[in-house]
């Protein structure tokens, strides 16, 4: 059995391990967007497929049985081009969606459907941690506020004329966070409900702090397209269609 994972996320890089050590053929493909990713048990394929057509064709060459869209819960694109590209070869395809952030109590969150309606949520806010990735700070260009902006690699131009750049990766740490916030007095969180745990701490720390989190939503799986929640789960399909 071959399964094409559309990886990049911790979840996928779990899965091809899964995968791989029981004897299952996988390939990764990861869009390129990351200099220098970490790569998944099996085999690796680094670019994109050239839409939905490019990818349903890759995958009847490459003789794929299952697709498995494990990309970032905003790479709307990529699981649009997937549900086309799997009902075009007639192949089945899964999501595996880590669970969303669910706020509790003391948390200080407003809700927006875009990085457009989160840059216009500002209004009346100093000093803002972005945490949305490099791409995208577009939307947040003509802003007066100054930003300290995270991401794994340099950030897309255009972006706030005030900006900080922080280059890292997570996971990170509770502790790491609250000293984060407080040495650069940001009195505003932006993030995207990617959900999991390794970035999950900024939201502890900001709860902490009294800071208000502006959270983009997620966009949905496309209609009809069956999800896991993990890595496992998403194995057990993989097994029950094998």
Same mark, same amino acid.
């Given at each position: 059995? $071959? ?32 200099? !220098?990713? +970490? ?44 549900? +086309?590209? !799997?009902?075009?070869? $007639? ?13 509790? #109590? ?10 457009? =309606? ?7 806010? +100093? ?24 991401? @794994? ?14 280059? #890292? ?14 040495? $650069? ?7 995207? #409900?990617? &959900? ?9 720390? !900001?709860?902490?702090? &009294?800071?208000?989190?502006? @959270? @983009? ?12 929640? #993990?890595?496992?789960?998403? !194995? =057990? ?6």
């Amino acid at each position: 059995m $071959h399964v094409l994972i559309l990886g990049g996320t911790t979840e996928a890089r779990v899965l091809a391990g899964l995968l791989d050590g029981r004897g299952t053929r996988v390939t990764s493909s990861l869009a390129g967007r990351v200099a !220098a990713p +970490r790569l998944p048990a099996g085999e690796v394929r680094i670019g994109g497929f050239g839409g939905a057509e490019g990818l349903a064709e890759w995958v009847r060459e490459h003789a794929v049985d299952a697709v498995i869209d494990a990309t970032h819960p905003f790479a709307e694109r990529i699981s649009f081009n997937a549900a +086309r590209a !799997a009902a075009t070869a $007639h192949v089945p395809l899964l999501a595996l969606r880590r669970p969303g952030w669910v706020p509790g #109590d003391g948390d200080d969150w407003r809700d927006v459907a875009s990085l457009e =309606e989160a840059a216009r949520a500002l209004d009346g806010f +100093r000093r803002v941690f972005l945490t949305t990735g490099r791409m995208g700070l577009a939307a947040f260009a003509d802003r007066p506020e100054w930003f300290l902006v995270r991401s @794994v690699d340099t950030p897309d131009a255009p972006m706030p004329a005030r900006t900080e750049v922080l280059l #890292d990766r997570g996971p990170f740490t509770l502790d790491g966070e609250r000293e984060l916030m407080a040495r $650069h007095r940001i009195d505003v969180l932006v993030t995207k #409900d990617s &959900g999991g745990a390794a970035t999950a701490p900024k939201l502890t720390a !900001a709860r902490e702090a &009294g800071v208000p989190v502006v @959270v @983009v939503r997620r966009p949905p799986v496309p209609e009809g397209v069956p999800t896991a929640a #993990d890595p496992e789960r998403a !194995a =057990e399909w993989v097994r029950g269609p094998g």
